[in-house]
């Protein structure tokens, strides 16, 4: 392999690494604020690009991200409100199984509303075939917008987390419920609020990724599983981390397609999502809190 296709592929995991790495990040809002795993962030990210892509026929870009976010954001807190406020206490397995059926549901509903047609935003800026080049590295300006807005949304989050006072009520929820309520905190609202926040971030990565990636109505089932395979390996709760951890998993399939064809690639995804599960459940730089997902 040259230098100039080993570059080449090198960017290519960069690129989806970072798409990975925003899906996880929605895993690591709601699990900081819960504790609890959202099977269906996926199905945010997916909604966001294929509402984003209906309003377009409608209204200039911006405005058709802006909509689509708000309208996710308002599906993230009827679906908190609707399935998830009641439950008392619910087992990790309980939970599980009921956010794996609200992903069902959204996809199938999806498919309902706009069929089966693959869709995608216009590039930001410049046109599918604008490339600008780093030596022999050919890259497109949509890649620059997916990484800045990555790194934008992980610095945000982590100052939101650790220095604002409704970050660290959400935090509290997270590490005791019973105590956060007893210092005034309404549990509920930090939970909606983690589900609305979530849905947010995963809407605006879905209208950032949809012109590399494409939207279809299930296309958020195999983003759910590498970003849930990024947060286990980063640590759940890390977003930081999650930033390294997708590097790792969008380089490693970038790469694999050199020794394997390439519908082999999601093996790899699979793979260390197992590896980690068995041999460090609590991920590479994640507490021994995430290790309790090896209970069920």
């Not at 299930?218 to 286990?232: E, H, M, Q, R, Y």
Request: glycine share 10%; aromatic share 10%.
């Amino acid at each position: 392999m040259n230098i100039e296709l080993l570059s080449q592929y090198l960017v290519a995991g960069i690129t989806y690494g970072t798409i990975y790495a925003i899906v996880a990040i929605g895993f690591n809002i709601i699990y900081n604020a819960t504790g609890i795993i959202n099977f269906a962030q996926g199905e945010f990210v997916m909604l966001g690009g294929m509402i984003a892509v209906s309003l377009h026929a409608f209204m200039p870009l911006p405005a058709a991200i802006l909509a689509a976010v708000l309208a996710t954001m308002i599906i993230g807190a009827l679906i908190e409100i609707i399935f998830i406020r009641w439950l008392i206490s619910p087992s990790v397995l309980r939970m599980i199984i009921i956010t794996i059926g609200i992903s069902i549901f959204i996809r199938e509903a999806a498919l309902h509303v706009w069929g089966e047609s693959v869709r995608a935003l216009p590039y930001f800026t410049g046109t599918e075939v604008t490339v600008f080049s780093v030596g022999d590295v050919h890259i497109s300006p949509q890649v620059l917008w997916v990484t800045g807005i990555s790194a934008v949304m992980v610095m945000l989050l982590t100052f939101f987390f650790n220095y604002t006072l409704l970050g660290r009520q959400m935090r509290a929820c997270s590490a005791n419920r019973d105590a956060a309520r007893l210092c005034g905190i309404s549990a509920k609202n930090m939970v909606t609020l983690s589900f609305v926040l979530s849905a947010g971030i995963g809407a605006f990565a879905g209208c950032v990724v949809s012109p590399i990636t494409y939207v279809q109505y299930d296309s958020g089932t195999g983003l759910a599983i590498k970003g849930f395979t990024v947060a286990i390996l980063g640590g759940l709760g890390n977003s930081t981390a999650a930033i390294a951890a997708g590097m790792v998993l969008g380089i490693l399939e970038s790469f694999s397609v050199w020794v394997m064809p390439a519908a082999f690639k999601d093996v790899v995804s699979i793979s260390i999502l197992l590896l980690i599960l068995f041999v460090r459940p609590s991920g590479i730089f994640g507490s021994v809190e995430a290790s309790r997902l090896k209970e069920f």
